[in-house]
Nanobody, 120 residues
Framework: QVQLVESGGGLVQAGDSLRLSCADSGGTFTGYAMAWFRQAPGKEREFVAAITWSGALYYADSVKGRFTISRDRDKNTEYLQMNSLKPEDTAVYYC??????????????WGQGTQVTVSS
């Protein structure tokens, strides 16, 4: 069974950093674009960042310059390095996989989510 498993969330203070991980277990995502989305309480899920199989990077304007997405193909793991965190970054963060990159959330595979809470 193909699964995406996120980890690395937690409670931090504004200005701190966190690194989220997304492990691809049970299958392979060769050729897939991998993305991170987030959903804050009372809000719709929104695109955060993505990396295509060829290595192209995409970021939401709200995180550009603070977040970095990467993938380690040998470990079948994607990462989201989050620096200079702000309280408005508080959300459940999800990783997702799809053959073709897009910023809407019509992705084929999803992880269970990991909570990130940033206190002011």
């Amino acid at each position: 069974q193909v699964q995406l498993v996120e980890s690395g969330g937690g409670l931090v203070q504004a200005g701190d950093s966190l690194r989220l991980s997304c492990a691809d277990s049970g299958g392979t995502f060769t050729g897939y674009a991998m993305a991170w989305f987030r959903q804050a309480p009372g809000k719709e899920r929104e695109f955060v960042a993505a990396i295509t199989w060829s290595g192209a990077l995409y970021y939401a304007d709200s995180v550009k310059g603070r977040f970095t997405i990467s993938r380690d193909r040998d470990k079948n793991t994607e990462y989201l390095q989050m620096n200079s965190l702000k309280p408005e970054d508080t959300a459940v963060y999800y990783c997702a996989a799809r053959r073709v990159f897009m910023t809407d959330d019509n992705y084929d595979y999803w992880g269970q989510g990991t909570q990130v809470t940033v206190s002011s």
